[in-house]
């Protein structure tokens, strides 16, 4: 019997604590290294514009996966991917008064620490059979949006990555 | 004895607040055990070793997950693991429509973006094999790309290792302990320059790390239950951008009568196709809505004819 009233209000706290709350306006920080910023909420969108990692910006409106945002306080903007984006504060360089800062206002991810370029060297150098190089030029190597939407239409496919 | 489903409901719910309540309780206490052991190494001073404590609580969960910026190192260096092992294929014109398809394919899927982004290459080696690194490094053999009879087929192939990366299967199988390495060291240099010794422990954990991810890789593999999840997704991706999902089912039969049982690729790291077949049957897929205009074929034999 107890555990029966007891249900709806375990139920609602649940809801309040986990739900995601509404996202316009809220604040975000681009987790990618090169974010583009495009006219249309889909990937064949113009790029109208690049963020940088740890950049923050203002949601403006979401739709289907897509997020309409722009820098604070201005109106205008354009649709980044929600993958691109984080809800945690991105510090990059995290001083003592960035941490400190960041523990009482939310969440914070570190830019630039833990697993990085510096452990990566040092992981090179134990393992000098390993060739890098493979990667770098695999990395190296960029898909023009306007060939992939050529290679979509001609093989009578559609976009898929657009707000549907 | 059966409990009425309102009460198992209500021991649910509280069993996911208190194990959310625990998890996060332990990370502290980790994060507290690390800045009292640098404390007294004298690595820190007294104020520095309070203000951490004072921000554990944000430390401990931004450390919670590696970031995508960390989970990039990380996929870089299982991606040279990998490629060592197996060797790159040198021929442009098939990495070239590999990376076309598969840029198609990763822009279909839930995570579109990555902190490095998605990229392909072909691995000169007969073994039926394919692996995808955390953060999208995705590598497929020769050996896979002759089981496929069409461009939907390797479609399904790449899907399959996108999902993975989408799915952040890679970096789950990193051990618990590795974190929690890390996690200590992340603690101290919140408020510190790195020092040397810093950085050889963060590097014997990243090294460990590595090690978890290309055993399950190239020898044990994931769960059942990855591989479901993966398959699942994959018929997702295929189907939004129109390719046949049912491409899945039809490489993995053509896969089967080509497996050598015993093998050391997918015979090994995956579960049979014929039971990936019949998981994936009991998802209901329906075939595209038109039907593959003859230029798909023509431009997949063109690039993948000889390969």
């Known amino acids: 019997m107890k555990a029966r009233i007891a249900l709806p209000f375990l139920l609602l706290a649940f809801l309040l604590a986990f739900a ?5 306006g809220k604040m975000m920080s681009v987790q990618v290294r090169k974010g583009d910023v495009r006219a249309t909420p889909n990937f064949l969108g113009k790029i109208v514009g690049t963020m940088a990692y740890g950049d923050r910006v203002e949601v403006l409106e979401t739709r289907q996966g897509w997020m309409r945002v722009g820098p604070a306080g201005r109106s205008a903007g354009g649709w980044m991917h929600s993958s691109a984006l984080s809800a945690k504060r991105i510090v990059l360089s995290a001083g003592a008064k960035d941490v400190q800062a960041a523990a009482s206002g939310g969440e914070l991810a570190l830019a630039g620490k833990g697993f990085n370029a510096d452990v990566e060297a040092e992981f090179k150098a134990r393992n000098r059979n390993l060739d890098f190089s493979v990667i ?3 990395q190296a190597a960029e898909v023009p949006q306007d060939k992939i939407a050529l290679f979509l239409k001609e093989g009578g496919l559609a976009a898929g990555g657009g707000a549907r | 004895m059966r409990s009425r489903p309102g009460t198992t409901a209500a021991r649910l719910l509280l069993a996911a607040a208190l194990a959310i309540a625990c998890g996060c309780a332990a990370l502290d206490e980790v994060a507290k055990v690390g800045t009292s052991v640098a404390e007294s190494q004298g690595k820190i001073s007294k104020e520095q070793a309070q203000s951490i404590t004072r921000s554990t609580g944000a430390l401990a969960k931004a450390a919670e997950d590696f970031t995508p910026e960390q989970e990039y190192y990380v996929g870089r260096s299982v991606g040279a693991v990998i490629a060592n092992r197996y060797r790159p294929y040198r021929n442009d014109q098939v990495n070239d429509y590999i990376n076309l398809l598969g840029q198609a394919l990763a822009q279909a899927s839930d995570r579109p973006e990555t902190f490095g982004g998605y990229h392909f290459l072909v691995l000169d080696s007969d073994e039926i094999n394919a692996f995808a690194t955390p953060g999208g490094l995705i590598f497929v053999s020769r050996g896979m790309l002759r089981c496929c009879d069409g461009e939907d087929a390797v479609a399904a192939v790449l899907a399959h290792e996108i999902a993975h990366v989408q799915l952040r299967h890679g970096i789950q199988s990193i051990e618990q302990s ?3 390495e890390a996690l200590k060291v992340l603690a101290v240099e ?10 050889a422990d963060l590097t014997k954990t990243f090294e460990d790390s590595i090690g978890d991810i290309t055993s399950t890789l190239i020898n044990n593999g994931y769960s059942r239950a990855f591989e479901r999840e993966a398959d699942a997704a994959a018929v997702e991706i295929l189907s939004r951008v129109g390719y046949d999902p049912n491409a899945l089912s039809a490489m993995l039969r053509e896969m ?3 497996l050598k049982p015993g093998g050391l690729d997918f015979a090994k790291t995956h579960p049979s196709p014929a039971s990936r077949i019949e998981e994936i049957s009991s998802l209901g897929l ?4 038109s039907p593959a205009p003859p230029a798909r074929q023509a431009r997949f034999r063109k690039a993948l004819g000889g390969v």
């Open chain 1, 20 to 24: 995601a709350p509404g996202s316009a």
């Open chain 1, 136 to 138: 770098d030029r695999m």
């Open chain 2, 178 to 180: 590795r974190k929690t």
């Open chain 2, 190 to 199: 919140g408020t510190k320059t790195f020092g040397r010794k810093e950085l």
């Open chain 2, 256 to 258: 089967g009568k080509r």
């Open chain 2, 286 to 289: 329906r075939g595209p809505s």
